[in-house]
């Protein structure tokens, strides 16, 4: 019967702690979801200076998510890969092609949490 207990409790805490990992996971993929949306507003609007500070926000929150989330996520990958894409076109002055990678970061953002 302690055996029985032993298990149960322990299988309860295995399953909180995985839930508070995705939990933190998902409020860094809110923050990256966030500031890569502002990236991508003003990238719209011409403005790459403030496109590029926010998409260096949402680059260090979507590298977050994807620690906490594990190796294995694919689209927080491609997330990170299209918000370097950002940072790079935003430092070149490239409005429309960074709105474009921001738009595509987001989106595999969003696949990331399926």
């Known amino acids: ?10 299988g309860m805490l295995a399953l909180l702690s995985s839930t508070q990992v995705y939990a933190f996971a998902a409020c860094h993929v809110a923050e990256a979801m966030g500031h890569a949306g502002k990236a991508q507003a003003y990238a719209e609007m011409g ?3 403030e496109a590029l500070q926010y998409a260096k926000e949402s680059l260090a929150h979507a590298k977050e998510a994807k620690n906490e989330y594990g190796e294995d996520n694919k689209h927080m ?6 918000l370097e894409e950002v940072i790079k ?6 409005p429309k092609i ?3 990678h921001a738009e595509d970061a987001l989106s595999h953002m969003r696949d990331s949490c399926r």
């Open 1 to 10: 019967m302690k055996m029985m207990a032993t298990i149960i409790v322990t």
């Open 47 to 49: 403005n790459t200076k």
């Open 77 to 82: 990958d491609q997330a990170i890969k299209s």
């Open 89 to 94: 076109q935003a430092s070149l002055n490239y």
């Open 98 to 100: 960074t709105a474009k």
